[in-house]
């Protein structure tokens, strides 16, 4: 696969992200979830994800919400991690949760997986 290929599959993922994200109430809930994944990163999951739909000629329209619940999964973890080390900052920025308690920052870890599968 090309680099350029790569850079598009990329693109493509950050741009399904944007146009896709949690929507409810309470907003408590729902603007943390959207904030967690908005603070960056490498995005090599889903972008594997999406390589692995490519070389078996996949469709990528029908492989972004798989290749989304890769990344929503990891960003759960993460969230958990910051729960179990009690850590306020992730990727050099507050995690959004900082202000919350430990049982809304579980809550809110769990609901974003929850909203995926």
Known sequence: ?????IQNLQE????????????????NLYDPMNY???L??????PLLS???NQSAN???KSAMPIAHLVEVFHN????HDD????ADVRRGSTNGTHQMGYAHRHIIGRQSLGEDL
């Open 50 to 52: 999406l390589i692995g």
């Open 36 to 38: 967690i994944l908005s």
């Open 40 to 45: 960056g990163g490498k995005r090599i999951r």
């Open 76 to 79: 759960f973890s993460l969230v």
């Open 58 to 60: 996949g469709d990528i």
């Open 1 to 5: 696969m090309m680099n350029s290929q």
């Open 83 to 86: 729960i179990m080390d009690r």
């Open 12 to 27: 493509s993922y950050l741009q399904y992200l944007k146009e896709n994200p949690f929507v409810g109430n309470p907003k």
